[in-house]
T-cell receptor
Framework: KNEVEQSPQNLTAQEGEFITINCSYSVGISALHWLQQHPGGGIVSLFMLSSGKKKHGRLIATINIQEKHSSLHITASHPRDSAVYICAVLNYGGSQGNLIFGKGTKLSVKP | DGGITQSPKYLFRKEGQNVTLSCEQNLNHDAMYWYRQDPGQGLRLIYYSQIVNDFQKGDIAEGYSVSREKKESFPLTVTSAQKNPTAFYLC?????????????FGSGTRLTVV
């Protein structure tokens, strides 16, 4: 079983829809990252969370440490949001600072 | 602006040849990482370095080598011993000394063996 599980693997939405991507993890963590990977491959860090909720524009990320679960929400989705969204966790006490990555959720937003 | 530069973006290599992927950062970050991404899989750690002149193997280090002679640079060599080198390679950095946990990622290099 993977230590970081994302769902769904693929998601197709119509422009304007509210989108939720989920991430569950099985290890103790210091922080959780949400990343965005565009077709060209480069990765952009969207959020880093250790508790609660963060918002940036139309993106909202939440984390429930007790349930070991995080969600990424996109409000009023737009075709430019089409990308792969990756959840990654920083293992608590990991001296290397290495991230454990989920396999990603491929989002396609249709106009 | 500070960031990570990976070059080249696309790289083609003949089977049996070694090839070196470049990763340069001007963020003054101590720690640098190399990850490999294959279709349908999460990124996997190849090598990491937390300080100049020191580096450690990650989960899939076989067939790869690295050096860290300068703080800014962490090149990755894909050797002929790597059985399946075609993949997307991503470099990242962070500065654990500041207590900040944020990572910065490069734009990646896509390597194809022909």
């Amino acid at each position: 079983k993977n230590e970081v599980e994302q769902s769904p693997q693929n998601l197709t939405a119509q422009e304007g829809e509210f989108i939720t991507i989920n991430c569950s993890y099985s290890v103790g963590i210091s922080a959780l990252h949400w990343l965005q990977q565009h077709p060209g491959g480069g990765i952009v860090s969207l959020f880093m969370l250790s508790s609660g909720k963060k918002k940036h524009g139309r993106l909202i990320a939440t984390i429930n440490i007790q349930e070991k679960h995080s969600s990424l929400h996109i409000t009023a989705s737009h075709p430019r949001d089409s990308a792969v969204y990756i959840c990654a966790v920083l293992n608590y006490g990991g001296s290397q600072g290495n991230l454990i990555f989920g396999k990603g959720t491929k989002l396609s937003v249709k106009p | 602006d500070g960031g990570i530069t990976q070059s080249p973006k696309y790289l083609f290599r003949k089977e049996g040849q070694n090839v070196t992927l470049s990763c340069e950062q001007n963020l003054n970050h101590d720690a640098m990482y190399w990850y490999r991404q294959d279709p349908g899989q999460g990124l996997r750690l190849i090598y990491y370095s937390q300080i100049v002149n020191d580096f450690q193997k990650g989960d899939i280090a076989e067939g790869y080598s690295v050096s860290r002679e300068k703080k800014e640079s962490f090149p990755l060599t894909v050797t002929s011993a790597q059985k399946n080198p075609t993949a997307f390679y991503l470099c990242a950095s962070r500065n654990p000394g500041t207590g900040r946990l944020g990572y910065t990622f490069g734009s990646g290099t896509r390597l194809t063996v022909v």
